[in-house]
């Protein structure tokens, strides 16, 4: 499965900085790839505009992170905060944290 746009990155836990791979994705990926939720949703269009700074995380990720079941909770990525609006389980090829896919304005 292939993603929007990948870039690395890094996650501020206890104020010690780890790197990741960003993996920014759409809606349809969930389906297209076969990503089973652990907890939560993946996204839809509506997270866009209610939580724009959501992120969906793997249920390895969120186990590292002593995050159970780590909805709600907050993580910071590249300085900015995001929340945790899923969970899902650890699929091949998808990295985690996966946050909305924005179109860039013209």
């Known amino acids: 499965c292939a993603a929007s746009c990948q870039e690395s990155s890094y996650l501020t836990v206890n ?3 780890v790197a990741l791979n960003l993996q920014y994705v759409t809606p349809e990926i969930a389906d297209a790839c076969g990503i089973e939720m652990a907890a939560g949703t993946f996204f839809d269009q509506g997270h866009l ?6 992120v969906v995380i793997s249920d390895a990720l969120a186990a590292k ?5 780590g909805l709600g ?8 905060e995001y929340r945790v609006v899923g969970v899902y389980r650890k699929t091949p090829g998808i990295r985690s944290p996966i946050p909305p896919h924005r179109p860039t304005p013209d």
Do not use: D, K
């Open 15 to 17: 104020r010690e900085q």
């Open 65 to 69: 992170l002593f995050l159970s079941p």
């Open 73 to 80: 909770s907050r993580l910071t990525i590249n300085g900015e």
């Open 49 to 54: 505009h209610t939580y724009p700074n959501s």
